[in-house]
Nanobody
Framework: QVQLAESGGGLVQPGDSLRLSCVAS????????VGWFRQSPEKEREFVGA????????YYGDWVVGRFAISRDNAKNTAYLQLNNLRPEDTAVYYC?????????????????????WGQGTQVIVSA
């Protein structure tokens, strides 16, 4: 079993940056692929980005367009989501998810159904 805990959300102004963290416990983090998703009240949960077990491959939603960056530090059992140049439409609850997957390349990174473990989410509010 894996427990995921997100942190780093908050209230920021447009143009600001945030770094979200996802700390994993309960299983070797190095064997997990990690994804980030977000959900706002107006939308269904959508894919933000994913990273392979060793960090060799990173995938992003088409709409990300370089503003966000995903990374991980397996020594700290932590994945990160760097959010830059935030906009009001980025307001959402951000979730990290994980699944056991020792592959660098995979095509189903955006499918929520393939992720086994989920965190509780961290709220990001972007408002002037």
């Amino acid at each position: 079993q894996v427990q995921l805990a997100e942190s780093g959300g908050g209230l920021v102004q447009p143009g600001d940056s945030l770094r979200l963290s996802c700390v994993a416990s309960g299983r070797a983090f190095g064997g997990l692929s990690v994804g980030w998703f977000r959900q706002s009240p107006e939308k269904e949960r959508e894919f933000v980005g994913a990273i392979s077990y060793g960090g060799q491959s990173k995938y992003y939603g088409d709409w990300v367009v370089g503003r966000f960056a995903i990374s991980r530090d397996n020594a700290k059992n932590t994945a990160y989501l760097q959010l830059n140049n935030l906009r009001p439409e980025d307001t959402a609850v951000y979730y990290c998810a994980a699944r056991p997957l020792l592959q660098n390349y995979f095509s189903d990174y955006g499918d929520q159904r393939v992720y086994t473990y989920w965190g509780q989410g961290t709220q990001v509010i972007v408002s002037a």
